[in-house]
């Protein structure tokens, strides 16, 4: 590990653990900035300090059972906006490629520090407007939600479905979702077929755009556990540590659905592409092996959320499903009713770009805000509960998270309509150098 790295390692652990996480947990229960640790390099002082257990167990600077003397001491001693400032000078050091995103890193980094202190009463508050560009590169701004709804009333017309009335086309949505739920005490065999099925479209739409060493590397190695009473609707956990006999890695992560969440089989199968193959879990296991054959830098091997790079990784994982097809639109999908699913996922996530925005953006209360998003997106009841409560309300997620989503689809749906898969799929999944949302202009530029 180099300098930038040590200082990556602190840096990154150390807001994870300001935050409550646990990089090394295997569940999403105890994970949250972090997203990853499979270097095999000795964990720092920010994650060891004894300090830092409690912080964990006590759920961070948002926990009710806070120790504020044990927070004092884990601040004085662990010295992270020296960290952080520290990676801003090696990214200026370093420079080209690796530097921009190290610097893109230390922006999101410091933004991050910067609402924990808020939350403490120890700093002022964090606009709202910096904390959007610190993790997209954009200003905020309102979704619209017009020309998705406008395609699905027309798909489900089509179908048959009556779209008459005030509250027509949520019914329509209501139903046919209805008729489409898939159970979820049989999720691990279904998942397990929806997997080889999309494993399957990416060795043919994906593969012969990557370089010839990444074949190998699996694209899906992942076991779906279904929990319950979990405050997410599911949560990819890449883990990453486990080695064959030679010392290879295994590329495994696990993915948690929760066990309360209705679910349409199209909509299941664009979460599939999403969050395994070609998404998450295919973007970690590429940047996992670059790492291991000494083409990414340590700050690969722990990837982090509220950051520009995870804007572009969520943009990966929302194009999942059309890369996974090798089309550029969703009306290129080969079956409407899977365009239906598709369309009513890439609402989902404009609905969480716009509970931040009429959150925090606006000061709107929650319950108006779960009504526009279950009204003009589409999504159920307890998507409309949760995206306005658990995470629209947090002061970290609701803020820098809730409008990657949507910046990042919109970013790769850009840059592939723009751009030949020849040169944009390697630059997306790092074949190029690491990237982010910002600096994946550079890579591409630079590509031939």
């Known amino acids: 590990m180099d300098l930038a790295g040590q200082y990556v390692a602190d840096a990154v652990l150390g807001i994870d653990t300001l935050w409550g996480g646990d990089v090394l947990c295997a569940s999403g229960t105890g994970r949250f900035i972090a997203d990853s640790w499979f270097s095999d390099e000795p964990l720092p002082v920010a994650y060891t300090h004894p300090a830092a257990a409690h912080l964990r167990d006590a759920g961070g600077v948002t926990g009710k059972a806070l120790d504020r003397e044990a927070l004092e001491i884990y601040l004085r001693e662990v010295e992270l906006p020296q960290a952080i400032a520290a990676i801003r000078s090696e990214a200026t050091a370093i420079g080209g490629l690796r530097g921009d995103y190290l610097h893109g890193l230390a922006i999101c980094l410091d933004t991050m520090w910067d609402l924990a202190m808020e939350v403490l009463g120890k700093g002022d508050p964090v606009p709202y407007a910096r904390s ?7 200003p905020p701004e309102p979704s619209k939600p017009a020309p998705k709804r406008e395609r699905i009333a027309e798909l489900l017309g089509r179908a048959g479905f009556d779209l008459t009335g005030a509250d027509g086309l949520l019914n329509a949505v209501d139903m046919w979702r209805s ?131 995870a804007t572009l990784f969520e943009g990966i994982a ?32 404009d609905a969480k770009n716009q509970s931040s925005y009429m959150t925090w953006g606006e000061g709107r209360p929650q319950a108006e805000v779960a009504s526009v998003l279950r009204q003009d997106f589409l999504v ?69």
């Open 132 to 138: 959007v560009e610190a993790s997209t590169s954009k």
């Open 318 to 349: 929302n194009n999942a499903m059309l890369i996974a097809h090798g089309v550029t639109e969703v009306d290129q999908l080969p079956d409407e009713d899977l365009q239906i699913g598709v369309l009513l996922a890439l609402l989902q996530d």
């Open 179 to 309: 008729e489409r739920v898939i159970p979820m005490a049989s999720v691990r065999a279904l998942g397990a077929a929806v997997i080889a099925h999309f494993d399957n479209l990416s060795a043919r739409n994906l593969l012969p755009y990557l370089p010839a060493e990444l074949a190998p590397v699996p694209r899906a190695n992942i076991d779906f556990l279904a929990i319950k009473d979990a405050w997410f609707s599911g949560s990819m956990n890449y883990i990453g540590r486990a080695r064959n006999a030679d010392g290879s890695p295994q590329y495994e992560a696990s993915y948690e659905i929760n066990a309360s969440l209705k679910i349409s089989y199209p909509e299941f199968e664009q979460l599939v592409s999403h969050e395994v193959v070609p998404g998450h879990v295919t973007t970690f296991a590429y940047l996992q092996d670059l790492y291991v054959r000494g083409k990414a830098g340590f700050e690969a091997t722990v990837l982090t959320m509220n950051t520009r790079a």
């Open 380 to 448: 159920t009841e307890e998507r409309a509960d949760k995206l306005s409560g658990a995470w629209g309300k947090h002061p970290l997620l609701g803020r820098m998270y809730l409008p990657a989503y949507r910046a990042g689809t919109e970013k790769v749906a850009e840059l592939r309509r723009k751009f030949p898969a020849s040169q944009v799929i390697p630059a997306i999944y790092g074949c190029n150098g690491l990237v982010d949302i910002q600096t994946i202009d550079a890579a591409l530029k630079g590509a031939k």
